[in-house]
């Protein structure tokens, strides 16, 4: 069976490189059908539904009300169960673990700092690009079951390395699975020569780096 293609609402994260990427890393998980699986910052609800259509019980979240629409349309129109909740990252699932946590957040670096508005909170992280990921990297662990798996993908603008310090430090074993060069899309055009003068890009970056970090509680 194909992936599957779900439809983006207007004001709502669609699909993009980076989702294609985490699907590729959630294909090679040897998880078992009714396994909990977790994504939070959902969208669409893209990857919660290609966990959905290997049998998984899914959990989709998201602080967007327009998103859990989203999800939840995408999720009938499929005829793929999830449950579709809205929250702050792990605010509405807390008490409850995971056999696999899916991760898209927002990751891109801010020439502004606080709390994005409107659109941007899908890709604006703070200055450093951290806003979310550090939350994730923070929090996530505590919910994962052993033998759990967090999959989680980012930029190489925001600090991969420090993802897996983190996540190693919370007793995970993190690594850098998979990476992809993209270029630079409408966001990153425009803010292209911050980025330079922060010395997060140099003179000849003319593309991204994607990369997903692979986290694993110890059984």
């Not at 959630?26 to 959905?52: K, Q, R, Y």
């Not at 292209?192 to 000849?204: D, F, H, P, V």
């Amino acid at each position: 069976m194909g992936a599957v293609n779900p439809l983006a609402l207007p004001g709502v994260y669609a699909p993009q490189e980076d989702t294609e990427l985490l699907a590729g890393a959630l294909s090679e998980e040897p998880l078992p059908p009714g396994a909990e699986a977790l994504d939070v910052g959902t969208g669409s609800g893209a990857l919660a539904l290609e966990a959905a259509r290997r049998g998984m019980r899914v959990t989709a979240v998201d602080v967007s009300r327009r998103a859990v629409w989203a999800a939840r349309l995408n999720g009938l129109l499929t005829g793929l169960p999830l449950r579709a909740r809205r929250g702050n990252l792990f605010s509405p699932v807390r008490g409850q673990s995971f056999d696999l946590i899916l991760a898209n957040p927002p990751y891109v670096p801010a020439p502004h700092d606080g709390q994005p508005r409107g659109a941007a909170r899908a890709w604006d992280a703070g200055g450093d690009g951290r806003l979310v990921l550090d939350r994730i990297c923070r929090e996530a662990p505590d919910l994962l079951r052993p033998g759990g798996v967090l999959l989680l993908v980012q930029s190489a603008l925001s600090d991969p390395e420090r993802t897996l310090t983190t996540l190693r430090a919370a007793g995970l074993k993190a690594a850098v699975t998979r990476r992809q060069r993209i270029a630079f899309g409408p966001v990153l055009r425009e803010r292209e020569r911050w980025l330079r003068q922060r010395g997060l890009l140099s003179a000849t970056d003319d593309e991204e780096e994607l990369v997903v970090v692979r986290a694993e509680r110890p059984v």
